[in-house]
């Protein structure tokens, strides 16, 4: 039998009520497989720092230094409740960026995915989605703006200031356009390259090691792309893309819009990878706090973050796909939540809790 050590992080807001719905699937994986999930909880986020003075507890760090993989909720609390937290132990500089930086999650793949027969979702025309959206986004996650040094105070004229570098080297660059161009070859074998190669030094340095790599990948093509152009064509004509790679506020700012065209961010899970077989998994939207408690948040991207270990760090690509068709025949079945679906729509609302048991339901079937 395989055993395997999950550090489960619900996170803030509506965190800890979607993680119950994974944590309800990944039992049914476990009945039906010669599998053992030890899951193991932790603190982290906005909650851990008013329960243990830190958004990311020692506890926490010992957990996922020997975890198999971790599933982490969506962090942070509303504006007002975030300012009682000193600005670097905010949950976002505080654990999410640690957390990347310590396992080394260079690799960030958001799926972007919504089937013809669920393109009621997209707020696109249905001649846009045409027979379905189906693209992968591929992020470099520990490099760039974010990780760069920063620096701020008052200049030599008096004036407050900010500086903040964007920093990569050859080799950060290379590892991600390898999973990219993998990817790529697993699938159409299109590769779109994300880039602002015409304003920033950092994107000719990208294209030239993209050049290097891509004699390894001769029957992928490359299709160089414009940040802004490629943000253009998310919404003109989304299913021209299949795999998309690029740096890290490239892609924060495009998987987010990626979750636009779907719908929302809800439909959207994630996987985090780095080396030696460290990974994390979370949904890609945010804690939402007004709605936090009330039974009312989807899901779907929690679960779909959970079928996204089941195949990366597991390797149980067959269930995974049982989950992704499980959740996806809940939608089609005329079910879903009132955060994704208004009133009129002709579809069943259900509360979060009904709408894992709806997956679970399916799932077994």
């Known amino acids: 039998m ?9 996170g803030d807001g509506i965190g800890p009520e979607i993680m119950v719905e994974g944590v309800k699937v990944l039992k049914v994986i476990e009945e039906r497989n010669d599998v053992e999930f030890e899951l193991v909880d932790a603190p982290f986020g906005a909650g851990a720092w008013f329960s243990h003075g830190s958004s990311f507890p020692e506890e926490t760090k010992a957990l996922v230094d020997v975890a198999d993989a971790v599933v982490k909720g969506p962090i942070g609390l509303n504006h007002e409740e975030s300012k009682k937290i000193p600005v670097d132990e905010q949950p976002e500089r505080g654990a999410l960026l640690p957390l990347r930086a310590r396992l080394n999650t260079y690799a960030n793949y958001r799926p972007v995915s919504l089937p013809k027969s669920l393109s009621h979702f997209s707020p696109l025309k249905a ?3 045409g027979e379905g959206i189906d ?7 520990v490099g760039g703006l974010y990780f760069g040094e920063k620096e701020s105070g008052i200049n ?4 407050r200031y900010v500086r903040e570098a964007l920093e990569y080297d050859e080799d950060q660059i290379r590892n991600i356009l390898v999973k990219g161009f993998d990817l790529a070859q ?3 074998k299109v590769l779109h390259n994300i880039h602002k190669s015409n304003v920033l ?7 030239e090691i993209l050049e290097e790599v891509a004699v390894d990948y001769p029957d992928v093509e490359v299709r160089h792309t414009l940040v802004d152009a490629a943000a253009t064509a998310l919404c003109l004509n989304p299913t021209q893309f299949d795999v998309m790679v690029m740096e890290n506020m490239f892609g924060d700012i495009l998987s987010d819009q990626g979750g636009g065209i ?3 961010l809800g439909l959207m899970p994630s996987a985090c990878l780095g080396t030696n077989g460290k990974a994390y998994y979370e ?14 948040a989807n899901p779907y991207s929690m679960i779909g973050s959970m079928a996204m270990m089941l195949e990366y760090s597991f390797g149980m690509v067959d269930e995974a796909r049982n989950v992704w068709d499980a959740m996806q025949a809940v939608f089609a079945d005329g079910f879903s939540t009132s955060d994704l679906s208004k009133p009129g729509s002709g579809v069943t609302m259900l509360s979060t809790s009904e709408f894992g048991d709806k997956v679970v339901e399916r799932l077994k079937a």
């Open 283 to 296: 949904p890609s939207h945010g804690s939402a706090p007004d709605i936090a408690g009330q039974q009312v």
């Open 201 to 207: 030094k950092s994107s000719v340095l990208w294209n």
């Open 156 to 159: 030599e004229n008096g004036k």
């Open 2 to 10: 395989n055993k395997y050590k999950i550090a489960i992080l619900a």
């Open 127 to 129: 001649e846009v989605v």
């Open 262 to 264: 779907l719908g929302s």
């Open 186 to 188: 697993s699938r159409k």
């Open 135 to 141: 693209m992968i986004m591929v992020r470099e996650l």
